[in-house]
């Protein structure tokens, strides 16, 4: 990235992208800003993030907490449910649920579930927690998978 914009030193990454997502990633020039960037993301006064998913019907609007934990059967599944206070506590807003008519698949191969011409919906989300695999998790916990998950 660096090499992109003429620098000669090292740009310093502020946060992740979990593979197949697409996003805006913000790289800093010093620590320090590294450092103040993350402290932006975590007073949700002064940033919020908010996530676009593609499913194939609509998720519930409003706050939603679950509880989640890593599948016994297997390690890089995970079960969501309604309340276990031995489970790790999910908070995730659904902002808005609008449907879409799905065109030609921006990529190949495409996911089985793509079908051109045919309705999806567009939700955008708001995390209250960062949990590993929280939106994908609680998304299918809705009865509507990512598309492509």
Known sequence: AAKAIDRESQLLITHRLDQATSGVLMMGKTP????????????????????????????????HVRYISRSNDDPRSFEVVQSSPSMKRCQLTVISSEPVVLGECPFS?????WKEGATAYESVVQLGTGRTHQIRSMAASFGFPIIGD
């Open 32 to 63: 320090e800003f590294v450092s103040y960037f993350n402290r932006l993301l975590q007073i949700k006064e002064q940033c919020s993030k908010k996530y676009k998913l593609l499913t194939l019907g609509p998720l519930p609007l409003g706050e």
């Open 109 to 113: 191969p495409g996911p089985e579930e």
